[in-house]
């Protein structure tokens, strides 16, 4: 897309200050099949597509950590049919990211408690991680089986396990040691959160990290979700005010 500044030149996006770390919900597959009168399922084939196309694009526009949430730990409540649905589309494309991905520059991570998942998906999830662990790119985090609530609980039984073990002292907790102990450990927390499908709600995502974090909620569901459209959000955050409680 074309993109002008408000005196109608045409710029790129190098001229404006973009975010390090974006996280997408990636939300509305249910409403765009629905409006084709298709099954839901057919909306979590199409989104997907789009995670792929977008994440490619983050990483071509220089993005350094994206974060996409794919399934929360919420979503279980969903019809069996469903979940199965969404969990098979999770198996194909780790398959396809061990081989597409073998000369690519992305980091692969998984974030969420992935204890549930079968052995051969903890395989995949494992062998995504390890190819590309030492790759120089944009670290792709896909949250599956993640929840905010959930991570800070896990979080927070650890340090009670290493204060009990007498490995840490209880004036030793602070806000730096949380950020160390949650699944996006050493990554700097996102600066812009896209959620599309027009929901005005976190719906349990990176609740730790987004203390900061400027939100885009976005008329569009995710399945029609295009390059265009995170522009705009780029653009919407470049003119953003970041105040961290300053003035
Ligand atoms: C997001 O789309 C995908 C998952 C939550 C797995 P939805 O399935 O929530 O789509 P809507 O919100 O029902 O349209
Ligand atoms: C959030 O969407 C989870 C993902 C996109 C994976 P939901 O569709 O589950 O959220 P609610 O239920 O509308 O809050
Ligand atoms: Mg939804």
Known sequence: ???????????????????????????????????????????????????RRIARYCSDIGIKYLTVYAFSTENWKRPKEEVDAIMKLFKEYMIEAISDFQDDSIVVKFIGDRTVFPPDMLELIEKNEQDSKDRDGMVLNIAMN???R????????TIAQDVKDGKLDVSDINAQLISDSIYTKGQPDPDLIIRPSGEYRTSNFLLWQSAYSEYC?????????????LDKA???????NRRFGGI
């Open 1 to 51: 897309m074309a993109l002008f500044n408000k005196n109608k030149e045409k710029f790129s996006l190098n001229d404006i200050i973009l975010p390090e770390h974006i996280g997408i919900i990636m939300d509305g597959n249910g409403r765009w099949a629905k409006k084709r009168g298709l099954p839901r399922t057919a909306g979590h084939t199409a989104g997907a597509q789009t995670f």
């Open 146 to 148: 993640y929840g905010g």
């Open 150 to 157: 959930d991570e800070i609980v896990n979080a927070v039984k």
């Open 217 to 229: 909620i976005m008329d569009v569901l995710w399945p029609d979700f295009k390059s265009e459209h």
């Open 234 to 240: 780029l653009i919407e955050y470049a003119k953003r």
